[in-house]
């Protein structure tokens, strides 16, 4: 679920310090704050500006069959 991710990163976010995730991204902190809040709705591109500044990784490992 999309909102799940977004409010994870939201919350990592926020403990790690915004204005530095700002930086980190190139992106507004307001608009972090925006994008990462319950009613927001990021671009893909942000989300995965966010976890490359907070040193995740995203990952869709291949299903078992």
Do not use: W
Not at 16 to 45: C, H, I, V, W
Not at 46 to 54: F, N, P, R, S
């Amino acid at each position: 679920d999309g909102s799940l991710v977004r409010a994870a990163l939201g919350d990592i976010a926020r403990a790690r310090g915004m204005s530095q995730l700002a930086r980190d991204t190139g992106l507004a902190r307001e608009g972090l704050y925006k994008a990462l809040s319950p009613e927001g709705n990021p671009e893909f591109a942000t989300v995965m500006k966010v976890i490359k500044a907070l040193g995740l990784k995203l990952g869709a490992p291949a299903a078992q069959v």
